[in-house]
T-cell receptor, first 117, second 119 residues
Framework: AQSVAQPEDQVNVAEGNPLTVKCTYS??????LFWYVQYPNRGLQFLLK??????LVKGSYGFEAEFNKSQTSFHLKKPSALVSDSALYFC???????????????FGQGTTLQVKP | GAVVSQHPSRVICKSGTSVKIECRSL??????MFWYRQFPKQSLMLMAT?????????EQGVEKDKFLINHASLTLSTLTVTSAHPEDSSFYIC???????????????FGAGSRLTVL
């Protein structure tokens, strides 16, 4: 079964510093990986995805993520954090059963990013 | 871009009553929508897959008679929490997959969520 893990409940970073939010995955076959962000009492907003192609994926709001097959990781990064980046971040993998894409997303536990001025 | 509208954003009801939450894809058609439930400071738990014109597919452990899902059109799915109890209080989020091509295509777009409080 597909799964993702976010090992950190919370990440603290000073404004202007680079940030990394970690995600590792476990899948059978090729992974379809996603990052979403959630602000308080709101739904999730899509940031970026990896399906195939370049390992470095660029997304919304200056975020990027690097797909690393050998380490089974898909860490989210940003070169310079903003206070407004403070939110809850979810890594997700598309569920595949056999060779069928169910369309469902399986989410990690979420990581709270706190950017301090 | 693709927008999923969810209504109501907040609802408070008495124990034993039923509550309906609507999920609409505003500028695209969605044959499939997904309903998630989120507890405070926790991840999203998939409840069911809503299929237009057919019965919903429920995840293991989710009571289908408790959480009624209807997907009557290509742009509307509804979740009805029947005979609600305080333990049903939660944040419910729907999503639909966009179509087309490009970086924003074929991804799940989420509604803003509905916070249900059962007294």
């Amino acid at each position: 079964a597909q799964s993702v893990a976010q090992p950190e409940d919370q990440v603290n970073v000073a404004e202007g510093n680079p940030l990394t939010v970690k995600c590792t995955y476990s899948v059978s076959g090729n992974p379809y990986l996603f990052w979403y962000v959630q602000y308080p009492n709101r739904g999730l907003q899509f940031l970026l995805k990896y399906i195939t192609g370049d390992n470095l994926v660029k997304g919304s709001y200056g975020f990027e993520a690097e797909f690393n097959k050998s380490q089974t990781s898909f860490h989210l990064k940003k070169p310079s954090a903003l206070v407004s980046d403070s939110a809850l971040y979810f890594c997700a993998v598309r569920d595949i059963v056999g060779s069928s894409n169910t369309g469902k997303l399986i989410f990690g536990q979420g990581t709270t990013l706190q950017v301090k001025p | 871009g693709a927008v999923v509208s969810q209504h109501p954003s907040r609802v408070i009801c008495k124990s034993g009553t039923s509550v309906k939450i609507e999920c609409r894809s505003l500028d695209f058609q969605a044959t499939t929508m997904f309903w998630y439930r989120q507890f405070p400071k926790q991840s999203l738990m998939l409840m069911a897959t809503s299929n237009e014109g057919s019965k919903a597919t429920y995840e293991q452990g989710v009571e289908k008679d408790k959480f009624l899902i209807n997907h009557a059109s290509l742009t509307l799915s509804t979740l009805t929490v029947t005979s609600a109890h305080p333990e049903d209080s939660s944040f419910y989020i729907c999503s639909a997959r966009t179509q087309g091509k490009g970086s924003g295509a074929n991804v799940l777009t989420f509604g803003a969520g509905s916070r249900l409080t059962v007294l």
